[in-house]
């Protein structure tokens, strides 16, 4: 699986859009970009994932960019309940493990 | 979607015993899976629980330290045996969705060695 490489940590103000990053410039083409994200003491929590166009739902974005190299999750208000651990993925088609990465810590200020 | 529970929630223990986590899950699964996350860090696959078949085990990790159980599609054991203080971790069970789109996970078990 490729490797991902994110932030270590970030700030978003209240009610602000959170942008996180995560490149993946070794990404293959049968490869989807997933988002997971672990509040404190909680199991982690599926966001959303993508293969190569934008992806929305009720969580979230998640923008891709041409060359599928880099991706960025977007959380459109953030809220003191987004602060977690935010894991960006690579997972190849019909593999049935995910390998996290140390992710990006985002922490949400009043 | 797919409800898992996971017993205990947390424990502490002596070193040099076993404690056997239980994972539960409201629907029939093909393959279950057991995570650790050691304090501070990221989640580490284990290894891989079908049922019908013996388990299999991700580099770094053994039958012996962590035995696997899975009776049936919706339920699954993990054994942290002759435990050591290393072993202080979250244990997670996690399983995928039928389209294999989603893996929902555990709440986990927080185990405490001394």
């Known amino acids: ?7 270590p940590s970030m700030d978003c103000a209240e ?18 970009v997933y988002w997971y994200r672990q509040i404190h003491s909680q ?16 969580m979230a974005s998640l923008i ?3 060359d599928r190299k880099s991706s ?33 810590r985002l922490t949400v200020i009043p | ?22 994972c539960q899950v409201d629907s029939q699964v093909t393959m279950m899976f057991w995570y650790r ?16 078949s013996e388990a299999t085990y991700e580099s770094g990790f053994v039958i012996d330290k962590f035995p696997i159980s899975r009776p049936n599609l919706t339920f699954s054991t ?3 045996s002759n435990m050591s203080p290393e072993d202080s971790s979250i244990y997670l069970c996690s399983v995928w969705t039928g389209g294999y789109t989603e893996a929902f996970f555990g709440q986990g078990t927080r185990l405490t060695v001394v």
């Open chain 1, 64 to 66: 891709i960019t041409e």
């Open chain 2, 78 to 80: 993990l054994t942290v």
């Open chain 2, 37 to 52: 996350q050691q304090p501070g860090q990221s989640l580490t696959l284990i290894a891989t629980a079908n049922q019908g």
């Open chain 2, 1 to 22: 979607s797919a409800v898992i529970s996971q017993k205990p929630s947390r424990d502490i223990c002596q070193r040099g015993t076993s404690l056997t986590i239980q």
């Open chain 1, 43 to 58: 199991g982690p929590q599926y966001i959303i994932h993508g293969l190569k166009n934008n992806e929305t739902n009720e």
């Open chain 1, 1 to 7: 699986d490729a490797k991902t490489t994110q932030p």
């Open chain 1, 72 to 104: 960025t999750l977007i959380l459109p208000h953030a809220t003191l309940r987004d602060t977690a651990v935010y894991y960006c993925i690579v997972r190849v088609a019909g593999a049935n493990n995910l390998f996290f990465g140390t992710g990006t």
């Open chain 1, 15 to 32: 009610g602000r859009a959170a942008n996180l990053p995560c490149n993946h410039s070794t990404i293959s083409g049968n490869e989807y």
